[in-house]
């Protein structure tokens, strides 16, 4: 942050902050290390993996910012958190302004300094990455700045502007439309979001399992959203119950579209219609959001021994992890790419090693052959090598002429990709849709080719991170308050 954008009080303390160590002791702390629970206790139940920090690490770890004149991590941010801001205030020792800070630019402080990819985006930026040192460990004082106001029980609630009776519908409830709703909340509109599932969240509630965001974290910050007015309405389906035009009806000036990407993909092998063969999807929503396998719930959920799940993303860490934690025996990850080029965030990689999860990289399913009576029994692999880059700059694998394997198994998880929900692009007139059936955005305001009807999220990317899609939410906030405060 330069100078001028911070108050006199807030420059004060930190010209103290500056002089009460030099750069050089600062530079020498070494990075906290978070507690985890042990493998071995974390497979048998759903509890969080980490423990999250006490208040002398968060300290400490605070104190190694250097507050650098221009802050590359705030760049580094998809919602443009003021990153030296709330760690400085951790380091003060003022963890409720710390929360305050963060709350000034994003609704999910508590989920982002669990979920976020930080290493891939603030902490990538962190100049202790010049130096060769750890970067900062953004992502841990977010959470703590978090976790520390929600159990002290006060809520610290950014300012809003006065109501100004505009209304706003909102279709989902994920990151991007809670980002977007508590974004336009700020900016005093009514903000109403319609969400199809009985629960409110989204992928944060039905994608992401509980060892790694737990329910209650999520439900916190909802319940702030509320407390500045949001109002959220569960079992609706825009585009069934209610339609574009009755909302219009309604009074409705603006919608944000965010209805994600709930599609799953297969690859379109022989076998893949055997029982025992589904999509991360259908696999996390089953046991994350409708407690398959817990005590009091009869969803059902098929429990298999020897587990192969198919894909090398963040979803096919949770639902490997997820398997291990259903009593499977046997877990393997079947990726066609090496490990270096795994999606997957690093953490969730070592945590699915530590949990026994057994990786085989360079292989990709080409048959899952049945038992004869119409359930999966094994899958067959070829084994793959990298080839020359793809558009993406990755190497694309190439099949080994005549390597085939064939490892038993009784449960397949499918997690190569999503694609968007198709009920809103088919149930609205002039909704214009890729052939990758996104939704068509303006890339600088997110407005679709319907006015005042704007989306972010899976439904626009086809899928990406929570922070991103959050990113989505207060770009497309910004866009339409201004086109209404301007017509």
């Not at 009755?246 to 092998?269: K, N, T, W, Y």
């Amino acid at each position: 942050m330069n100078t001028d954008t911070i108050s006199p009080r807030d420059a004060q303390w930190r010209e103290e902050l500056r002089k009460s160590r030099t750069a050089k002791q600062r530079t020498s702390i070494p990075r906290v290390k978070m507690a985890e629970l042990s493998p071995d206790y974390r497979i048998t139940c759903n509890e969080e993996v980490n423990c999250g920090l006490g208040k002398d690490e968060a300290v400490a770890e605070a104190s190694r910012c250097l507050d650098c004149p221009d802050p590359q991590c705030v760049t580094g941010c998809p919602v443009n958190i003021n990153i030296p801001g709330f760690i400085k205030n951790i380091e003060r020792g003022n963890f409720q302004e710390a929360a305050l800070v963060l709350k000034e630019t994003s609704a999910l402080p508590a989920v982002c300094g669990r979920v976020c990819p930080q290493e891939r985006q603030c902490e990538s930026k962190c100049i202790y990455n010049k130096m060769k040192r750890e970067p900062v460990a953004i992502g841990y004082l977010e959470r703590f700045a978090a976790d520390t106001e929600r159990m002290s029980g006060k809520a610290a609630m950014p300012a809003c502007r006065p109501g100004n009776g505009r209304k706003i519908a909102v279709v989902g409830s994920g990151p991007a439309s809670l980002s977007f709703a508590g974004e336009m909340a700020r900016r005093g509109y009514e903000v109403h979001v319609f969400e199809a599932l009985h629960e409110v969240g989204g992928v944060l509630k039905y994608g992401i399992p509980e060892f790694r965001l737990p329910n209650e974290v999520v439900d916190v910050e909802i319940r702030d959203l509320s407390r500045m007015g949001v109002k959220f309405m569960t079992n609706c389906v825009v585009g069934k119950t209610l339609g574009y035009d009755d909302l219009v009806a309604q009074g409705f000036e603006g919608m944000f579209v965010a209805s994600g990407a709930g599609l799953p993909r297969f690859m379109g092998i022989p076998g893949e219609n055997l029982v025992g063969v589904m999509s991360s999807n259908e696999y996390l929503t089953r046991v994350n959001l409708m407690g398959a396998g817990s005590k009091g719930w009869a969803t059902p959920v098929l429990r298999g021994k020897r587990v192969a799940v198919i894909g090398g993303g963040n979803t096919a860490m949770d639902s490997c992890r997820t398997a291990r934690r259903m009593g499977a025996e046997e877990v393997y990850i079947v990726y066609r790419r090496s490990e270096a080029e795994m999606p997957a965030r690093v953490e969730e990689v070592r945590h699915a090693k530590e949990e026994g999860v057994r990786f085989l990289t360079l292989f990709n399913p080409v048959e899952y052959p049945g038992d004869g009576n119409g359930r999966v029994r094994a899958m067959r692999l070829q084994r793959m090598e990298l080839g020359e880059p793809d558009a993406s700059g990755r190497r694309s694998p190439v099949p080994v002429d005549g390597d085939i394997r064939e490892i038993e198994v009784d449960e397949v998880i499918v997690s190569v990709g999503v694609s968007p929900n198709p009920l809103i692009p088919n149930s609205v007139n002039g909704l214009e849709v890729t052939r990758r059936g996104t939704l068509v955005v303006d890339d600088d305001t997110l407005e679709t080719t319907i006015p005042m009807v704007f989306a972010g999220g899976d439904i626009v990317r086809g899928g990406a991170t929570v922070i991103l899609a959050m990113g989505d939410g207060r770009k497309a906030a910004s866009a339409m308050a201004e086109k209404l405060e301007n017509n």
